[in-house]
């Protein structure tokens, strides 16, 4: 039986990665880095989750003798342009660049009207999340779920199911009684891994990944109600 659904963040929630994109370029502006991600550039290095883990793996593209005098410089630096690019992030949501996509909200609501538990289980840093979802939802947005899990609690990325295995345990629910929402292969290959039947709801920047595993791709979430919800969870897991 469908008792609870474990939303992603970044793409999911929110078409959040042009203003992610543009917080990066803004980061290496302010530490003086030649660097400039251009959406072409930018969509493949979606591949790579976290924005740290994105930055390194960029930087040993453009500079692959760059070495980390006492195994701290490059860190260090990594660090730095993740807080830059963090609080440029942070602003340009509060000043309303992002706002939720189609349906999410509602189908919250009809879902905790239900008697639905919601989670979160994404690789994007705290403060993104109460960013986006304290503008959207309110000051109370933690209330509406039951466990959050993000890049502070699962150090190990998706497409690891880390981050989905904490929210089952937190949930005390087997993945059979849980739908997951993702928006990229990388987040669709971690939530079937832990065994969850996961909607996609592609983004421009994911939508050549590969979803063949996918309950169901939908555009958005817009059209999408929580009978067709509980429907489609059947037809994996029948009453």
Request: charged share 20%; aromatic share 6%; hydrophobic share 45%.
């Amino acid at each position: 039986m469908l008792q609870a659904l474990i939303f992603d963040v970044d793409g999911t929630l929110a078409d959040t990665e042009q203003v992610h994109r543009m917080a990066f370029n803004r980061a290496f502006q302010e530490e003086g880095l030649d660097w400039c991600w251009d959406e072409a550039l930018y969509t493949e290095l979606l591949s790579i989750s976290g924005g740290k883990e994105r930055m390194l793996h960029h930087w040993k593209t453009v500079n692959p003798d760059v070495k980390d005098i006492g195994g701290q410089g490059v860190r260090d630096t990594i660090d730095r342009l993740h807080q830059l690019k963090t609080a440029t992030y942070e602003a340009a949501v509060n000043d309303g660049a992002v706002e939720l996509r189609p349906g999410v909200l509602r189908l919250m609501n009809e879902a905790s009207k239900a008697g639905m538990r919601l989670a979160i289980a994404t690789t994007t840093s705290p403060v993104n999340i109460a960013a986006l979802l304290r503008k959207a939802i309110g000051p109370d947005w933690r209330t509406h779920f039951v466990a959050i899990g993000d890049g502070s609690t699962a150090p190990i990325k998706k497409p690891h199911p880390q981050v989905y295995w904490q929210m089952l345990a937190a949930l005390q629910l087997p993945a059979s009684d849980c739908l997951a929402f993702e928006d990229s292969a990388n987040g669709l290959q971690a939530a079937t891994a832990a065994g969850l039947a996961t909607v996609v709801t592609p983004t421009r920047f994911t939508e050549r990944h590969d979803f063949s595993r996918a309950l169901r791709l939908v555009p958005d979430l817009g059209q999408v109600s929580m009978a067709q919800l509980h429907s489609w969870h059947g037809e994996v897991v029948p009453a």
